[in-house]
């Protein structure tokens, strides 16, 4: 499942369907200077980030409102080691969309 388009989001998305794309895009401004992803379990990945104060106010300022309409993620940002490590978890049944950002972020050249 790839989420590209109002339709293809999950059900439970509170979002107003106007606002999706504009939601996608901001993630995939966020996802563009990704550096690593990886998965922590099979309803966990972890996003590798640039430690800067911008993509972590960036970061925190999107997963806050996303899990206001998508309350199924549970998000986590840490700093350390000159990195942000942002941690995504859902829940089982909410692992394709899981695995359709994880997607989303590899297609685009993150290793």
Do not use: K, Y
Request: glycine content about 4%; charged content about 20%.
């Amino acid at each position: 499942m790839e989420i590209t388009e109002p339709a293809q989001v999950p059900e439970v998305c509170t979002l107003p369907t106007v606002e999706q794309p504009l939601r996608v895009a901001e993630f995939d401004r966020l996802f563009a200077v990704a550096t690593a992803t990886e998965w922590l379990g099979p309803r966990q990945a972890r996003i590798v980030l640039p430690s800067s104060p911008q993509i972590a106010a960036q970061a925190a300022d999107l997963v806050v409102r996303e899990t206001r309409c998508c309350s199924f993620f549970t998000f986590s940002l840490t700093a350390g080691a000159g990195r942000l490590h942002l941690d995504v978890a859902v829940p089982e049944s909410q692992v394709p969309v899981l695995e359709a950002l994880v997607g989303r972020i590899e297609r685009a050249g993150v290793a």
